[in-house]
Nanobody, 124 residues
Framework: QVQLVESGGGLVQPGGSLRLSCAAS????????IGWFRQAPGKEREGVSC????????YYVGSVKGRFTISRDNAKNTVYLQMNSLKPEDTAVYYC?????????????????WGQGTQVTVSS
């Protein structure tokens, strides 16, 4: 069955870096967009980034532009989120999700399958 597994979360100091991975199984990523989302305690879930399958167009929420980079390795059926210059406000549970086709202009909507999440804590 379709499964997404996130990894790479942890505790990091402000200004530090982490790389999250989203490993897919049960389907091939070749035709699917992958989005990263996050949810902090007491806040609504927020779309962070998306990468399209064919042309690898990428999208980011404004607060992470220039600091986060999404990439995909279709051979490994895995998508990555490189997070640099981390801030305390980046603290959240990070989820990856997938939908068929490109990210689209509404890149933060329409996802069918979700991973279980990985905790990212940015604190000194």
């Amino acid at each position: 069955q379709v499964q997404l597994v996130e990894s790479g979360g942890g505790l990091v100091q402000p200004g530090g870096s982490l790389r999250l991975s989203c490993a897919a199984s049960g389907f091939t990523l070749d035709y699917y967009a992958i989005g990263w989302f996050r949810q902090a305690p007491g806040k609504e879930r927020e779309g962070v980034s998306c990468i399209s399958p064919s042309n690898a167009n990428t999208y980011y929420v404004g607060s992470v532009k220039g600091r986060f980079t999404i990439s995909r390795d279709n051979a490994k059926n895995t998508v990555y989120l490189q997070m640099n210059s981390l801030k305390p406000e980046d603290t959240a549970v990070y989820y990856c999700a997938t939908k068929y086709g490109p990210c689209g202009s509404m890149w933060y909507r329409g996802y069918n399958y979700w991973g279980q999440g990985t905790q990212v804590t940015v604190s000194s």
